[in-house]
Each structure stands twice: as C-alpha cells, then as structure tokens.
C-alpha cells in the first residue's frame, strides 16, 4: 500500500517536472533564437559558452519554479483546476516580467517584448493544456478520499458542505459520535479509511484519537480551535531537557514594525502613482452617476481599538444605510449601484485606502478593520475577537486570501490569528502577491446571504459555545 501511494506520488512529481520543463523550453527557445543575438550584437560579437546559455536559462528556470512556489502553480489536486491554472498565468507573468528586465539590463536599453509576448501565450495554452492533463491523471491516480468524520453535539452540516465542494478529493463516507465510546470509535478506524476528519471534539478525546491514530500510520485532519492556532504560533525553546513552547506578550517585535512600515510608505507611494489615472476615471463615473459624493468615509477600528475614517469609493446608494443601522453587504445587495458593483468585483473601491496606508492608519497586509458596532457585537459572546486587534488593520490580508468576503467571524478570526501568530516579512510579501490571484476570483467579493447575517449578530453561535465547553 505505502509501495504503491509513493509510486502515485513520483508520477505527481514527473508531472510537475514536466509542466516547468516545458515552460523553460519555450523560454530558451526563443533566447537563443531571438535575444541572444541582440545581446550577441550589444556586445559585439562577445559569445556566451554553453554555461553561459544553461545559466542564462536556469535563471528563468529558478525565478518560475519560485512563483509557482508562491502563488501554488504546481499544486496539483491540492487546489482546484481553475486555481492551478490561475497561479501559472500570475507565475509566467512576473517570470517574464523579471526575464524582460534582465535582458533589458544586458543590453543596456530596453529590447522588444513582441516576441516575449508571443511566448507568454505559447506558454499560457502549454499551461491549460498541462493543468486539464494532471486534473485527470491526479482523477485517475487519486480517488477521492475515503473518510471518517468524528464530530461533537455541534451540527455537522456546514463542514459535511465545505467537504462537498471538494468531492474530487474527499469522500466522507461515514459519520461517528464522539459520543458512541472510545472502544466503537477505534473500531470503526480501523477498517480501511484512508484519513479521519476530528471535527469540534472535547480536547481529552481529541488527543486521544489522534495518538491511536498516529500509532497506526492513520492520516488525520483537525479543525483547529483557538489555543491550537496560538500554540501553532509559538516559538520552540529548550530550557531544559525537554521542548517547551513560548507565546508571547507582543505580537510584533519593533524591527519588524519598522520593517512593515517602510514597505507600507514605499508600495503605497509607488502604486498611488502607477494607479492615479484609474482613480480619476472612478471618480468622475460615480460623480456622474447620481451625483453623489465620490469617497464614502466610515468609522474603523485597527490596532488597540484605535479608531480611523476608513476611505472608499462609494459603491452603494447614498442613504445606503439611513436607519443608522450596520449591516454587511448581502449577495445581490439592492444598495449597491450599477457603478458600485462593477468596481465592488475589480476592487477599484478599495484604493482609496492606500492614503489610510500612507497616514498609517492601516497596513497593506493585516486583519481588515471593522465597524465599531459590528466589533461589539463580535465581542459580546466572543471576547477573543479583540485578538485580531493586536496589530495594525490591512487593506488585505490572511482571511481575504485563504478564506471568502462570506467566511464565518469564527473562522476569520483563526485565520488572522494564524497570520499574527506567524508573522514575517516574508509572509506579507507573500500574501501580497497572492491577493493579485484573489482578486480576479469572484468568491472573493460575495456577499453575505441571509443566515450569515443572523450569524453576524451572534457570531459565536455554535462555535465559540462548544469550543468554551470543551476546553
């Protein structure tokens, strides 16, 4: 069995290999036929060796597979065929764009891209055609996972729906009550499921599991509470003989404040500049529309508390919200304008924000501010929520990329607190780029239907009461 799931694995990885081979033999070809003699000519007649060409294209090489890293382009089967497609397209984009420069920079003036254009297509359909080739080999290779699921009293439809969208990976096959004893549980694990779903158990339980588990070579998924994500997020010290595991009482240290700061004023003055005719052309477009005012100011919160005028375009109609009451945007919200909607899904109305950046009310990457109204109703049944506040708010961030507009307040909040907890310069690097893909995906922007906004109200509903009675 282990024989053969690593036999499945080597085919995945020649796959992979194959994909970025193929994307660097057009990149070579058209080095060796069209740029090096540009730069052959530059340099009159200097003439690079056969390293010097492997160098030359072993760079691309490095700089593709370091995107793909990044943005997922070579994580077959883990995200869906649209997202793998979606990372090569962003992947090829900054390859070449790097590549490009490169040249430039050998030959000392800027050479024609015409033909750089003309591979990034070849290599736009070669990935197409790669990503549908491993989607149906990964089918074939890997069927969907046959799993159990153990479960609290907690309702199990939401995650039996979350495992839904992804049938092409994961089958659960049977459902157990923690309830039911440990002697029928283990039992059960042992008849041939190829993983265990541990879903909203008592901790004692919990960790019983996953030992008897891990004891049998058994794949397990946890969905993580709270204290998991902080522990997560620890360092690793060895005091004395044995491991111990240090949280600490500041979220950032003041280096990597100063850090995140200066690329704060730097991407924000940069883009401020490259954006500015988009940023008119909104402007004018909503003033012509209704006449209305063209930013929609709106009280925030972000680091301690400390409160901020957030800066929009205003997408919604001006007496969008005249019972004073605050509310989400819901899916096909009859507040939101013609004009709002187009720039709601191409986020144009989130760049006014970037002067909020520059006067340090906000980050580029952080936990997105929210209402004061809305945050009190968070903290009512969930005090953890003020966690997120620890550090400055974004204009994107951990939750926007790896979680949806309509994500649960629970879950958000797990996922800004994995950011907190794992922070790096590194990271906001990271998710910067990655909010480039999330942009274009329109899940991203959805809003809320009917039973969030009751969740918003109460957001601990379910999930902060059975985690505070089992912990």
Not at 6 to 19: E, H, P
Not at 161 to 189: H, N, W
Not at 217 to 233: E, H
Not at 445 to 467: C, F, I, K, L, Y
Request: one cysteine or more.
């Amino acid at each position: 069995m282990k024989r053969l799931e690593s036999l499945k694995r080597i085919i995945v990885l020649w796959l992979t290999c194959a994909g970025l081979f193929m994307q660097a033999a057009v990149y070579a070809y058209i080095w060796m036929a069209y740029y090096y003699p540009i730069i052959n000519n530059f340099n009159r007649g200097l003439k690079f060796e056969r390293n010097g060409h492997l160098l030359t294209i072993g760079l691309y090489m490095i700089l593709l597979l370091f995107f793909n890293n990044t943005y997922g382009g070579m994580k077959i089967g883990y995200l869906k065929p649209m997202d793998v497609f979606l990372s090569q397209l962003f992947s090829l984009f900054f390859a070449n764009a790097f590549t490009y420069a490169q040249i430039s920079l050998m030959n000392n003036w800027l050479v024609p891209a015409d033909c750089l254009m003309a591979a990034t297509l070849v290599q736009l359909v070669i990935a197409g055609a790669w990503t549908c080739l491993c989607n149906a080999v990964y089918k074939k290779v890997f069927p969907p996972k046959e799993m159990l699921l153990i479960h609290g009293e907690r309702e199990i439809d939401g995650i039996l729906q979350k495992f839904k969208t992804r049938r092409d990976k994961y089958k659960i096959v049977k459902c157990m009550d923690i309830s039911e004893g440990p002697a029928a549980l283990e039992k059960e694990i042992l008849k041939g499921y190829e993983a265990v779903v541990l879903w909203d158990i008592p901790t004692m339980e919990r960790n019983n599991i996953l030992k008897y588990c891990y004891s049998r070579f058994i794949r397990v998924y946890v969905m993580p509470k709270i204290p998991d994500v902080l522990i997560k997020g620890s360092d690793q010290i060895h005091l004395f003989d044995t491991p111990i595991f240090l949280t600490r009482e500041y979220a950032l240290s003041v280096g990597q404040r100063v850090a995140k700061r200066l690329i704060d004023i730097t991407c924000s003055l940069i883009l401020l500049v490259i954006i500015s005719p988009v940023m008119l052309v909104t402007a004018i477009v909503i003033k012509c529309y209704d006449k209305g005012p063209v930013l929609y100011k709106q009280i925030r919160c972000t680091r301690n508390g400390k409160k901020f005028q957030i800066m929009k375009f205003r997408s919604m109609k001006v007496d969008a919200e005249k019972d004073g009451v605050a509310r989400l945007a819901a899916k096909n919200d009859s507040r939101i304008t013609p004009v709002g909607r187009f720039i709601r899904m191409v986020r144009i109305d989130e760049l006014p924000q970037l002067f909020n950046i520059l006067r340090g009310d906000m980050s580029f990457i952080g936990p997105r501010p929210e209402r004061p109204e809305i945050i009190e109703q968070y903290v009512e049944e969930m005090p953890e929520f003020l966690f997120r506040m620890r550090v400055k708010a974004g204009l994107a961030g951990y939750a926007q990329v790896y979680g949806k507009y309509n994500t649960t307040p629970y879950d958000k909040l797990k996922l800004d607190l994995t950011y907190i907890e794992n922070y790096s310069v590194w990271l906001d690097l990271k998710l910067m780029l990655l909010t480039l893909k999330i942009l274009i995906r329109p899940e991203s922007t959805e809003g809320v239907d009917h039973t969030q906004v009751t969740a918003m109200r109460n957001p601990e509903s379910e999930d902060m009461r059975a985690e505070r009675t089992q912990v």
